[in-house]
């Protein structure tokens, strides 16, 4: 075991033994004072930094560490297994590192194999709940989980007189789930995607508190979605306009999803072209233009200001494309 905990250099700083076991302890000891969703996203990128600059197979078995604490607080030996969440993601990022691969790939890889461990935890958990595992019973489990959501807009009510009226019927909060479970699968990837770049970004920043920044791909390994997205969310868009008066049509449904799931990566493309822009004092005058009219649409319509700065990440990525390979 001591292998694990020896210095490993470059010519630029050296990691004391001290650090790696502070580092492996936060790993081990975090399910026991903070939620095991903090605790993931933390784990995830201490384990990739430690291995990719150690390179221990003795570090395989860290895992077992995290799950007793979270056994220990949660006192339920399938429960605590989420506490481990974080380890397939990070031998994903490690694969992906190691072939060089590109921070989207490497996002995509450690998504996937996120989504794949609670693909499997969740039918575990559910049949520990219910004591088995049936159609009946993930549809009950659906119910349980939608019932909260159900509860909380029947509380918005509108005072007319002295009568006060449920602001949506039955009908329109049926059909408002209904509506939202057709985009779910495209928010949990939106959200799982957003979950694994904290992860790399954490992994990142590691690298270069300790200047091991030969351990990513390139310095700057930045975020960037091919031209090909860019076009995909185009025609996308304009079939999901276009495609159906029902959100119930299945082109509808599947062209919302594919445009949720980009345009969180053409929002924050956006952002980083506007910071640029500003830094360099590279064309300002489009960076303002791009920022007063987003700072418009927070008064007008908040939650297009997202899709907004989408369309601005989309015009860029199309553009920059075509100054490249012109």
């Known amino acids: 075991m001591l292998g694990a905990f020896e210095i490993f250099e470059n010519e630029n700083m050296s990691v004391p033994p001290i650090t790696i076991i502070l580092l492996i302890a936060v790993i081990a000891l975090m399910p026991l004072v903070i939620p095991i969703f903090i605790t993931n996203l933390v784990s995830a990128a201490i384990f990739v930094f430690l291995y990719r600059t150690n390179r221990n ?3 395989f078995a860290l895992p077992v560490l995290p799950y007793l604490s979270a056994l220990i607080t949660l006192q339920n030996p399938i429960n605590a297994l989420e506490a481990i969440a974080f380890y397939p993601l990070a031998l994903a990022v490690i694969f992906m590192l190691d072939k060089k691969s590109t921070r989207v790939q490497t996002v995509i890889a450690a998504s996937c194999a996120f989504i794949l461990f609670y693909a499997v935890f969740t039918p575990i958990t559910v049949a520990a709940e219910y004591n ?7 549809e009950q489990f659906l119910n349980d989980q939608i019932e909260p959501f159900k509860e ?4 918005y009510t509108v005072t007319i007189g002295e009568e006060t009226i449920p602001l949506y019927s039955e009908a329109q909060i049926t059909d408002l789930i209904n509506q939202t479970l057709l985009i779910i699968p495209a928010v949990l990837i939106c ?4 979950f694994t770049y904290i992860v790399t970004a954490l992994y990142r920043k590691l690298t270069q508190l300790f200047r091991q920044t030969s351990k990513i791909p390139d310095e700057r390994w930045e975020l960037k979605l091919s031209v090909v997205s860019a076009y995909v969310f185009c025609v996308t868009y304009v079939i999901s306009i276009f495609g159906g008066t029902t ?3 299945i082109v509808t449904v599947a062209t919302q999803n594919i445009i949720l799931i980009l345009t969180p990566g053409f929002a924050y493309e956006c952002v980083l072209a506007l910071i640029r822009r500003f830094k360099n004092r590279e064309n300002v005058r489009w960076a303002v233009i791009v920022c007063t009219v987003a700072f418009v649409m927070l008064f007008v319509s908040p939650g297009m200001v997202l899709t907004l700065l989408a369309f601005f990440g989309v015009a860029e990525a199309i553009i920059t494309h075509h100054k490249i390979y012109k």
């Not at 909380?152 to 509380?155: A, C, K, Q």
Request: charged share 0%.
């Open 132 to 138: 088995g595992l049936n159609l009946a019973i993930m």
């Open 152 to 155: 909380f807009i029947s509380l």
């Open 57 to 59: 197979n003795l570090l």
């Open 247 to 249: 959100i119930y049509g």
């Open 191 to 194: 959200f799982v995607n957003v």
